[in-house]
């Protein structure tokens, strides 16, 4: 399971920035290009809790820094994919399983706001005020739009998949010292109630 728990955030992430790069940054849609790459992280960070959703954003976005044609400073979206990715995961629901769709549809709205606020802020903080050029408050909105039309069929379908990799733990009466403990008290309980009935203790042997 451990593989798994690395193996599938992996693949999600790499399939998630080569759709970014090759289909979705080529449509040419109007203010912003939907953010995929988010959408995973945010639905990694919703199974895997703060830490793992921090570990898991950083990884995707140093790879996104680094993926060409980036022509932005290396770590720039690594470290707000981080920041989202913990807050992602601080809403984490406790069963890890979907209730209803508005909870996660009003993370990925947050996220998508907070995601080009976080990226301009950054950018400013580093010299580079493209987004002053572009446009803030376009990108926002069209980030916001696309983000949450993609999001039904991305986020369920990464937070299935990644409760595979990461199923919950479930103690068994046949395995380990627990289950070993559990078999014992289990049997002495029926040998009780068994020796109840016959009217003899159970720690007794049987008398000739």
């Known amino acids: ?20 790069v ?9 203010g912003a290009v939907p953010d995929l790459l988010l959408l995973v992280v945010l ?16 990884a995707a976005g140093l790879l996104a820094d ?4 980036s022509d932005h400073a ?3 979206y690594a470290l707000v994919l981080c920041i989202l990715g913990y807050a992602a995961g601080l809403a984490r629901p406790e069963s ?13 709205a947050v996220a998508a706001v907070a995601s080009t606020l976080l990226y301009a802020a950054v950018g400013a903080l580093v010299g580079d005020t493209a987004a002053r050029h572009v446009g ?26 990644a409760r595979r990799g990461a199923p919950d733990q ?6 380990g010292v627990g289950g070993s403990a559990l078999g014992t008290v289990s049997g002495y309980a029926r040998s009780a109630s068994y020796g109840k009935r016959k009217g003899r203790s159970p720690g007794l042997a049987k008398r000739p």
């Open 96 to 108: 890890r399983r979907l209730k209803s769709v508005t909870g996660p549809l009003l993370i990925v």
């Open 66 to 69: 680094l993926a060409p044609p």
């Open 170 to 175: 479930v103690v068994t009466t046949g395995s």
């Open 22 to 30: 090759s289909v979705l940054a080529r449509l040419q849609l109007p």
């Open 74 to 76: 290396i770590g720039r």
């Open 1 to 20: 399971m451990r593989l798994n728990r690395v193996l599938i955030p992996a693949v999600l992430i790499v399939v998630a920035l080569v759709l970014q």
């Open 43 to 58: 639905g990694l960070g919703l199974v895997y809790g703060p830490v793992g959703g921090c570990i898991v954003g950083f």
């Open 136 to 161: 803030l408050v376009g990108l926002i909105l069209t980030a916001l739009v696309y983000d949450v039309l993609l999001a039904p069929f991305v986020v369920p379908g990464v937070m299935a998949l």
